[in-house]
């Protein structure tokens, strides 16, 4: 099941694609747990960049969607194996009767579980262009008008207020 039925903000990812894209065949960059919330952040490249992509974007030469999903309220964490960057799938399923949620992200190497809560958030779009080995380091092109201020590239994982929040 598509993860756009539980997020609380969907609006970035339809704005680009007219829907929220199924998260299938994406890139799996990072998983970020913070035990405030508990929170679940998976950061991943997106299947297909929009054909109704910023017109900055296509100026760049970008050719690659990067966002984070944020699962609040995470319990029953199991993960096993992570080698970076994996390519595979979240599917989100209504969990029991009390608006929680059961993800479950895998791949090559990959294999994550969690209940959560039904809210889920989008956060930090942005665009870059991948390269050769599969990097997304270099210039990201941000939607968020805080994010593009802050942001030329993505932040070292020591920046808190980029993985935490």
């Known amino acids: 099941m598509t993860v756009e039925r539980f997020l609380v903000n969907p609006e970035p990812l339809r704005s680009l694609y007219g829907r929220v894209p199924d998260l299938i065949g994406i890139r799996i960059r990072s998983i970020n747990l913070n035990w405030r919330g508990p929170v679940v952040t998976l950061r991943v490249d997106l299947p297909s960049f929009p054909e109704t992509a910023p017109q900055e974007w296509i100026d760049a ?6 966002c984070q ?5 995470a319990e029953g ?25 059961r993800v479950t992200a895998g791949g ?4 994550l579980d969690f209940t959560c809560s039904d809210s889920v958030r989008v956060a930090h779009v942005s665009a870059f262009r991948i390269t050769e080995s599969g990097s997304d380091d ?21 920046d808190r207020t980029f993985y935490e929040r």
């Open 138 to 158: 270099g210039v990201h092109l941000f939607m968020s008008k805080i994010d593009a201020r802050r942001h030329g590239s993505l932040p070292g994982t020591e």
């Open 69 to 73: 999903f944020q699962f609040t309220a």
């Open 108 to 111: 090559r190497g990959l294999s």
């Open 77 to 101: 964490i199991s993960l096993a194996g992570w080698a970076p960057p994996v390519v595979g799938s979240v599917e989100t399923v209504p969990w029991g009767t009390e608006r929680r949620v």
């Open 61 to 66: 030469g970008l050719d690659t969607v990067q």
